[in-house]
């Protein structure tokens, strides 16, 4: 096992198109979190799931933004009719539940807005 | 919700002397605390951690210590080395609670030879 694999690294998008992005968690970790860091910040909470059920959303996720993880593998975060604010980096990590295991994290896909 | 303060925000320190980053949270019900370091290009990597049964642990040049009734968590390196200079991150969550982990905003150390 690599690791928590997102793809792609980079994506450049002009404003008002969708995008999808898509993450490949550790093969037996059941929880999957998603996660936004702009520059000079940390990460901040966006959804996760346990297996394929989505368990909390944060209300920085706007309704444009929709994730899925349909076989409770690998999980798609896609955002309709960006914006510029939505430039960011996307995180990925991956974790066991239960008893506050560490994240895993994968490099992330960095989206630009223009 | 949880909140999580962090600082310094940046921190320099000369190669070989030791770097401290504190951190302070909001919500009692918190009982796990990592920190994770992050380089240019790359998603953030667990270091250490630490639960709230303990008040302290050391993994070689790098130590956590909590304070649970202050509600404040440091991170202390010592023997500081080039390749330490990082973004590091404090984090909290609940395990009773189920909640995701909240960062802090970070802080960028860098280790002068």
């Known amino acids: 096992d690599t690791g928590v694999s997102q793809n792609p690294r980079h994506k450049i998008t002009k404003r008002g198109q969708n995008v999808t992005f898509r993450c490949d968690p550790i093969?037996?970790?059941?929880?999957l979190y998603w996660y936004r860091q702009t520059l000079g910040q940390g990460p901040e909470f966006l959804t996760y799931f346990q297996n394929e059920a989505q368990l909390e959303k944060s209300r920085l996720l706007s309704d444009r933004f929709s994730a899925e993880r349909p076989k409770g593998s690998f999980s798609t975060l896609e955002i309709q009719r960006t914006e510029q604010g939505d430039s960011a980096m996307y995180l990925c990590a991956s974790s066991l539940a239960g008893g506050n295991y560490g994240y895993t994290f994968g490099s992330g896909t960095r989206l630009t807005v223009v | 919700g949880e909140n999580v303060e962090q600082h310094p925000s940046t921190l320099s320190v000369q190669e070989g002397d030791s770097a401290v980053i504190k951190c302070t949270y909001s919500?009692?019900?918190?009982?796990?605390f990592p920190w994770y370091k992050q380089e240019l290009g790359k998603g953030p990597q667990l270091i250490i951690d630490?639960?709230?049964?303990?008040g302290e642990k050391k993994d070689q040049r790098i130590a956590v210590t909590l304070n649970k009734t202050a509600k404040h968590f440091s991170l202390h390196i010592t023997e500081t080395q080039p390749e330490d200079s990082a973004v590091y991150f404090c984090a909290a969550s609940s395990t009773s609670g189920n909640t995701p982990l909240v960062f802090g905003k970070g802080t960028r150390l860098s280790v002068i030879a």
């Open positions: 093969s037996e970790h059941n929880r």
């Open positions: 630490i639960r709230s049964n303990v």
């Open positions: 919500d009692s019900a918190s009982n796990y």
